[in-house]
């Protein structure tokens, strides 16, 4: 299963608000996708390279990330881009 992260912080509500539109993304996705919430605070290569640009998409192993600010709209666009890349058989 393909697993895409979302990368931010705790008390973040753009973060929030990015949460909430991928999970909309995702509702009837199929194959369904693991999601992966990572607090940049926790992480401090993440921090060094995100910290003010969260909240973050990306695949675990596909770039670029997908940064804020986007849309619905972009995140299934991004999400269709996972085939092409990295799909673990």
């Known amino acids: 299963m393909a697993t895409i992260r979302l990368l931010g912080t705790e008390g973040c509500h753009l973060c929030e608000q990015a949460k909430a539109l991928l999970l909309a993304a995702l509702k009837d996705r199929h194959p369904p996708m ?46 269709n881009l996972e085939p092409l890349f990295g799909r673990s058989t």
């Open 34 to 79: 693991e999601v992966e919430f990572i607090d940049i605070i926790d992480e401090p290569l993440l921090y060094e390279r995100f910290s003010t640009q969260i909240p973050v998409l990306e695949f675990t192993d596909f770039n670029p990330p997908l940064r804020w600010p986007f849309d619905i709209a972009e995140i299934e666009d991004y999400l």
